[in-house]
Every structure is written in C-alpha cells, then in structure tokens.
C-alpha cells in the first residue's frame, strides 16, 4: 500500500511557473517591439526655466493648527535651526527670523557682491 498525498498546511499556495510575455505583433506581420512610441523626443530639453540667480537660503515653518499648541521651525543654510512651541515663543521666533534676514553671513554676502 501506498502512503496517502501530504497535504500543505502552511505557506502560500503553489503557482504555475510564469512565463515571460511576447512582444506583440506589428501592422507588418514582424514582432519586433518599437523603440520609442511616435510624437515624444528622443532627446532630452534644456530646462527653458531662466532665474535671475536668486534661490532661498532661510526657511520660516510656522504650524498653528486649530486647538492645539503652535509651533515654528526657523531654518537657514548659515547653520541656523530653532524651533519654538507655543504662541509667545512662536512668535518671538518668527520676529527673529525676520530680523536675521538682516544679520545672516550669508544673505549680507549675497547682497554686497549682486549688481
């Protein structure tokens, strides 16, 4: 006598080994795929996008959801990170980093040096 077939308990059932899908055929016949569809470039644009060569350098974040504590993230590429919760603090924050807009290394450097 032959012992009955196991049956699996675990694991994920078994798949069919898939196979890997045919290029369709073209209106001529030939299955060759096509390398680029009709109407997109086939080379990349220049950004047509022309700056005056400004670009941010301060960061004021400022979170006041309703009923809940708020918050503001004071951040520069000059090193500086500050954050403050609460409304005295918030806005005290947000009264700094206007004013270091004045004082900031980087932003008087820019300033001097611009046409």
Same mark, same amino acid.
């Given at each position: 006598?032959?012992?009955? &077939? *196991? ?5 994920? &059932?078994?798949? &069919? ?9 073209? @209106?001529? @016949?030939?299955?060759? +795929?096509?390398?680029?569809?009709? @109407?997109? +470039? ?8 022309? @700056?005056?060569? $400004? ?10 959801? *309703?009923?809940?504590? +708020? ?13 403050? %919760? ?16 004045? $004082?900031? +290394? ?7 040096? %611009?046409?």
């Amino acid at each position: 006598m032959s012992a009955p &077939p *196991r049956s699996r308990l675990e694991g994920p &059932p078994s798949t &069919p080994r898939l196979r890997l899908a045919e290029p369709a055929p073209t @209106g001529s @016949g030939s299955s060759a +795929p096509k390398v680029v569809a009709e @109407g997109v +470039p086939t080379a990349v644009r220049p950004d047509q996008q022309i @700056g005056d060569g $400004r670009y941010p350098i301060a960061w004021l974040t400022i979170t006041a959801p *309703r009923g809940a504590i +708020p918050t503001a993230t004071s951040v520069c590429e000059c090193g500086r990170n500050l954050f403050a %919760a609460g409304r005295r603090k918030a806005l005290a924050l947000i009264a700094d980093h206007t004013d270091h807009k004045t $004082r900031c +290394p980087l932003r008087t450097t820019q300033e001097r040096t %611009a046409p």
